[in-house]
């Protein structure tokens, strides 16, 4: 099994697309000017006391008031909030929390009044993004994620990932880390870290350290809102969480990018730099690698599967609804308990591909096609748990019901992907009418006499779609060749997937956007 990470860059945002096996099972689109991203630390300031919520509203600096639960504050709360505002006086010097007294925890089943006041600064973290009309989600429970161990300051305890299977590794590492790491401090041990030597894990130890200690001159005589410590892009968090030794290759359309992410690997894996590829091509990075073609087929409320099933998938404020089709494949075989499980079972694992590739989250409830036996029940579920571990993001799957629908809960802390796959046609503008396509070549000549005039070049490049990009070629004297022994210069033809079918622009050699050039 390969995996490869495509990464798209461009002024307003940056593509990144992983494939596993050339196929399309994730896809994050990050803007440029994205805030408050999970992760980040902020010094808040509290808004508002909600008793009824048992929450507080406050003010990190979005548009809207951030949501903290007093579940969210975390039992080392109050030792936080003293830590925290000895940092801020002026006067004192910053604490070393090694040597810090720590506070009693707060009670499980507290009021938030108790703990917290209006007008009052509080250090939390954001759990989860800004989502439709709701503000961040907030927690108090900092914690700070490396490669193979998140750092939790007032903590004071080691807990090890499930997932090492081994219980002799899990001891190993647990006494390890409880041996090298300072007092106040806790540590989630990951799973990538099996294995990992001592030295490898102190110096990460350290610098996780060091980053939460940088956050100190940012807190010190700060007035509230005010980041204090950043999460690294999704760039990086994707190459930090992922990078294993199946990771092939890591291609990107940036030079800078290119440095960046090679340094950055350099950290924390080294051997791994030679996988970073910068792409220098002339077709779109996503057109060459054929991401582009499969965000068309995937983004649609119609999915198609294996073997002619499909899946419908709705989105509603509350859940996500999922049914299953067999379209064609019930036309195969007598035995319809045996196609119903073979479709089940197509289906199953594209719905675990959706639910990555689209980020989905919350309530996911899928309609599986009708089984009466309890054996092919139980496999169905089985196999969604086996296609699902794949899936980073914390999630729960219960058995079918007997109305043969399965539920699925999904973490959800950012906006869900969402890309339209149906456009507005460029050529008719919504209207369904477009000019007869027996004038598009004279359009389109038209328009290229009217760029040659104020463009001297010996060669133009013309984007269009495939099939007029065929039909252009077509012929031993082919209408591009035509024009450009008509108008005396070399014409080059690309072909775009991404583009509509009477869609067309011309380039210069450089990749430049002659319509722009010529404004």
Known sequence: MSKELIIDANASEIGIALLDNKQLVELNKQKSNVQFTVGNIYLGKVKKIMPGLNAAFVDVGYEKDAFLHYLDLGPQFQTLNKFAAQIQNRKSRNPVLQKFKSENDIAKDGKIGNVLTSGQNVLVQIAKEPISTKGPRLSSEISIAGRNLVLMPFADKVSVSQKIESAEERSRLKRLLQSIKP?????????????????????????????????????????????????????????????????????????????????????????????????????????????????????????????????????????????????????SGDNQEANALAVNLIAAQEIARQLRLRDMGGIIVVDFIDMHSHENKQMLFDKMKEFMAEDRTKHNILPLSKFGLMQITRQRVRPEMSIKTRETCPACQGTGEISPSILLTDQIEDRLVSVLENYDSLSIVLKVHPYVEAYLRKGLLSLRMKWAIRHRRIIRLMPMISYQFTEYRFFTTDDEDLDTILR
Not at 245 to 257: C, H, K, P, T
Request: one cysteine or more; glycine letters at 6%; a positive charge.
């Open 183 to 331: 007092r106040n401090y806790g540590l989630i041990v990951r799973t990538v870290a099996e294995g990992k030597r001592v030295a490898e894990l102190d110096a990460e130890l350290k610098n996780l350290v060091k980053k939460w200690e940088s956050a100190y001159d940012k807190i010190r005589g700060a007035a509230a809102p005010k980041l204090v410590l950043q999460e690294m892009d999704r760039t990086s968090t994707i190459l930090r969480d992922l990078l294993n030794v199946s990771f092939n290759n890591v291609y990107v359309n940036d030079e800078i990018l290119v440095r960046e992410i090679k340094q950055y690997i350099s950290t924390i894996a080294p051997e791994k730099q030679k996988i970073v590829r910068h792409y220098s091509g002339k077709k779109p990075i996503f057109d060459h690698f054929g991401v582009e073609k499969q965000i068309k087929s995937l983004f649609g409320k119609t999915v198609s599967c294996r073997n002619g099933a499909y899946l419908i998938i709705e989105h509603t404020e509350a859940l996500h609804v999922i049914d299953v089709n067999s379209g064609n494949r019930s036309k």
